[in-house]
C-alpha cells in the first residue's frame, strides 16, 4: 500500500523535553523527525503530537512543537495514544486511514499506539529513522513485533516521496530543493 497524503495523518509521539537525553541517538530522532514533519505541513497532512503525562516529563521538544498546530497536541497517560479517551476521539475525528507514526520509545508508547491502530483496521507505517528508545535492542525488538503484528516499517524518504506521488509540481521542487540533498 502506498502512503497517500489525503488518507493519511502524521502522529508524533512523545518527544518530550526530560525523556530526550536519555534517548539513543536524541539528535538524529529529533533532525529527522523535524525534517518529515515539515514535508507533512507542506503536503497538507494532519499532524498530531502526543505528550505523556508532561506534568512529569515536560512537554514536546520547542523545535518539534512549533510545527504541530495547538489543537494537535493529545495529553496521555496510558501508554498507547488508543487507549486514551481525548487522543483516540482526536485521531478518530480526522478519520485517516492510514497512520504514519514517529517518536519514542519504541518499545513503549510507538509499539502500543500502532498495535491498536493495527486492531482498528488502519494502515499503520512506522518511520524507523523517526522512532527511538533508550535502548537500540529495544527498538529492533518493537520494530520486529510491528512487522509481526502487520504494521509497515519505513523511511522518511519512503514517506515523503508516496506524499509527493509525482515530481514537475511546485511542491517537488520546493522539497527537492530544501530537503532532498
Known amino acids: 500500500m502506498l502512503i497517500h497524503p489525503n488518507k493519511s495523518c502524521l502522529l508524533i509521539i512523545d518527544i518530550q523535553e526530560k525523556l530526550v537525553p536519555a534517548i ?45 498546530p ?28 492510514q497512520v504514519v507514526i514517529v517518536g519514542m520509545e519504541a518499545h513503549v508508547c510507538v509499539l502500543q499506539t500502532a498495535i491498536q491502530l ?24 518493537a520494530l520486529e513485533r510491528m512487522r509481526q503484528c502487520g504494521i509497515y516499517v519505513v523511511s522518511r524518504e519512503m514517506v515523503a516521496f508516496e506524499w509527493l506521488q509525482k515530481s514537475g509540481t511546485d511542491t517537488f521542487r520546493d522539497i527537492s530543493k530544501n530537503y532532498l540533498r
Open 118 to 141: 493495527k486492531q482498528q483496521a488502519r494502515e499503520v507505517y512506522v518511520v524507523e529513522d523517526c522512532i527511538s528508545s533508550r535502548d537500540p535492542n529495544d527498538k529492533a525488538l
Open 24 to 68: 539513543h541517538e536524541p539528535s538524529k530522532l529529533i533532525q529527522n523527525t523535524r525534517w518529515l514533519t515539515e514535508i507533512a505541513a507542506k503536503v497538507n497532512v494532519p499532524i498530531l503530537a502526543s505528550e505523556q503525562y508532561p506534568q512529569g516529563i515536560g512537554h514536546t521538544l520547542p523545535e518539534i512543537a512549533e510545527l504541530i
Open 70 to 97: 495547538a489543537k494537535g497536541v493529545m495529553e496521555k497517560v496510558h501508554f498507547s495514544c488508543m487507549s486514551e479517551p481525548q487522543c483516540n476521539e482526536t485521531i478518530n475525528a480526522l478519520r485517516p486511514n
